[in-house]
């Protein structure tokens, strides 16, 4: 499976910034990052996994919780293998362990934002407090 490292998590007030971080690596043989739907995923104390927004690898398209649209943006950096996530005009029940994941087959985003991916990073900590 594709080895995911995410980064940028921290501490933020409410309405700053982030900006997440996966480093990919460790692709099936005959892969690179543009053939997989990336995802980012959180879950928040005493709450089950939510899908926050994926990307897909076939039209680049995305899709985003509701809870999100609009603040969050996922974007791709194939040449670097990277997958960010900008979080802006964060809330406090944005926090929440956010993961990185990724999937090459070829399902819809809803999906993938349901169901999960194959692949998981160990998480960042974003905590919004004032």
């Known amino acids: 499976q594709v080895q995911l490292v995410e980064s940028g998590g921290g501490l933020v007030q409410p309405g700053g910034s982030l900006r997440l971080a996966c480093a990919a690596s460790?692709?099936?043989?005959?892969?690179?990052?543009?053939?997989?739907?990336v995802g980012w995923f959180r879950q928040a104390p005493g709450q089950t996994r939510e899908g926050v927004s994926c990307?897909?690898?076939?039209?680049?398209?995305?899709v985003y919780a509701d809870s999100v649209k609009g603040r969050f943006t996922i974007s791709i950096d194939n040449a670097n293998n990277t997958v960010y996530l900008q979080m802006n005009s964060l809330k406090p029940e944005d926090t929440a362990v956010y993961y990185c994941?990724?999937?090459?087959?070829?399902?819809?985003?809803?999906?993938?934002?349901?169901?999960?991916?194959?692949?998981w990073g160990k998480g960042t900590l974003v905590t919004v407090s004032s």
């Open positions: 990307l897909m690898s076939s039209d680049g398209s995305t």
């Open positions: 460790g692709f099936t043989s005959g892969f690179t990052l543009d053939y997989y739907n």
């Open positions: 994941a990724a999937d090459h087959r070829d399902y819809s985003g809803t999906y993938f934002l349901y169901y999960g991916m194959d692949s």
